[in-house]
């Protein structure tokens, strides 16, 4: 079991940054990849960015060069740094967090993250 508690959300205008936690329980070495999804009502979780255990990233075409996942494995934390947020980055932002060796990941309880224009 891998508990995800996601932090940093928030209002903002377009234009700013928002800086988004997840911090997991267990050592993050044991973790095959960790992601960022976001939700909006009425649409399905999409992804955002992904980092794996070897340091790979991958980001969404949406937000390629303007958000940034990053990990501390000392804090077991994976972070999202968001820059030049648009009113289209709002939505409800999942830390997800797969294993190795399983084929369903974990989620944390999302965090709220709104852009005004």
């Known amino acids: 079991q891998v508990q995800l508690v996601e932090s940093g959300g928030g209002s903002v205008q377009a234009g700013g940054s928002l800086r988004l936690s997840c911090a997991a329980s267990?050592?993050?070495?044991?973790?095959?990849?960790m992601a960022w999804y976001r939700q909006t009502p009425g649409k399905q979780r999409e992804m955002v960015a992904r980092i794996t255990n070897g340091g790979s990233t991958n980001y969404a075409d949406s937000v390629k060069g303007r958000f940034t996942i990053s990990r501390d494995n000392a804090k077991r934390t994976v972070y999202l740094q968001m820059s030049s947020l648009k009113p289209e980055d709002t939505a409800v932002y999942y830390c997800n967090a797969l294993p190795f060796f399983m084929s369903n990941g974990y989620w944390g309880q999302g965090t709220q993250v709104t852009v005004s224009s």
């Open positions: 267990v050592s993050l070495s044991s973790i095959n990849a």
